[in-house]
């Protein structure tokens, strides 16, 4: 959140920076917006912080401007850089012209029984100058495809889906079709957002789609051994567990822990919470033995770190019981269920 106002700020002027630290507490916020990195690759960084500060803004009551102030930066963003975008695109063709003037200018003048070498020379100067306005062109449609990627991530963390949906497939059209699929920063964290809206709306296979090609792009950027390639499977295992692809889920999830939970490494809360969504596919495989035991270990892992009475831990204590009641073992699934029941 704290990069995204810094962008926008940066965009629109240094006076709205004034504006948008009114709804965010403490002295230091400047020195951390300008400690913050500006690099292409913070723009992919993960939306939790965000839902952390929107949390706590709905708390404080500011929620409501806040978000109307935030979404009215991000999309006046929006629109300043296609203005931008469309007139450096509209330079580059003119210096495209240029050239083949040029060119036309040079082949008649060689034709006339010139030397040539001033024609030779104009040439070359305009196809400099063309390399340079595709150059600016370019980079001005990556910042039009950030742009709108930002505000679709702000319209969808306010609630408003549907408009968020339809900047999302913009932001990634603008990626693909203008920038040819190259920019990975643009397209992937784009995919990945837009995958969650479809999986929001139980349309698996679009959302499906969507989260084999942001694998595609970890896996070429990062390697299949990295975190952030592990993190996705297990969002693409989700969408395929629901729509009953249960191998390809099971495949999925085992590979994500691989990575998340390497032998000997201490257990988390988030390797159980993978652990619980292999626990689900076991269970509908019809293999509840499989499944109570990882369920334990999950639960296990739950109740130590999340503590008792967290929303996971019951979540998995209900499951277990639920898991040893299928496998026959009545008195331990009765036990589960009055432990449940104190507990809540």
């Known amino acids: 959140v704290l990069w995204e106002l810094w962008v926008v700020s940066c965009t629109l002027g240094a006076d709205k920076l004034m504006i948008m630290s009114g709804f965010v507490r403490g002295p230091d916020l400047v020195q951390k917006l300008r400690m913050l990195d500006l690099s292409v690759n913070s723009f992919t960084s993960e939306l939790a ?9 709905t708390a404080a009551g500011h929620l409501p401007s806040f978000s109307t102030v935030i979404r009215s930066l991000l999309l006046e963003s929006a629109r300043a850089q296609e203005s931008v975008s469309n007139t450096t695109k509209q330079l580059a063709d003119e210096a495209s012209a240029a ?3 040029a060119v036309a200018a040079y082949e008649m003048a060689l034709a006339a029984g010139s030397d040539g070498a001033e024609g ?5 100067a305009a196809q400099q100058a063309e390399e340079k306005a595709k150059t600016m062109a370019r980079d001005h449609q990556v910042a039009y495809a950030m742009s709108v990627f930002r505000a679709a991530a702000t319209l969808e963390a306010s609630g408003m889906r549907e408009e968020a949906h339809a900047l999302f497939r913009a932001s990634l059209g603008i990626s693909n079709e203008e920038l040819g699929g190259v920019h990975a920063a ?30 595609e792009l970890d896996v070429k950027s990062f390697g299949p051994q990295h975190l952030r390639t592990a993190k996705n499977k297990t969002a693409l295992a989700v969408v395929l567990r629901r729509s009953g692809q249960l191998l390809d889920a099971e495949q999925l999830y085992k590979e994500a822990l691989e990575v998340l939970h390497p032998p000997g490494a201490t257990p988390t809360v988030s390797v159980a919470s993978v652990q619980m969504g292999l626990v689900s596919v076991l269970k509908l495989d019809g293999r509840d033995e499989a499944a109570a035991a990882l369920c334990r270990t999950a639960y296990d892992t739950f109740n130590s770190l999340a503590g008792r009475y967290c929303s996971k831990t019951l979540a998995a204590l209900a499951q277990l019981a639920q898991l040893e009641r299928r496998c026959g073992r009545l008195e331990q699934a009765e036990q589960l269920v009055r432990d449940l029941d104190q507990r809540r």
């Open 49 to 57: 912080d965000k839902a952390l500060l929107l949390a706590s803004l």
């Open 99 to 101: 050239v083949q003037a």
């Open 120 to 124: 030779s020379a104009s040439v070359q």
């Open 186 to 215: 643009v397209e992937g964290a784009t995919l990945l957002a837009l995958g969650g809206t479809y999986t929001a709306a139980g349309q698996w296979d679009d959302a499906g789609a969507c989260l084999r090609k942001v694998l």
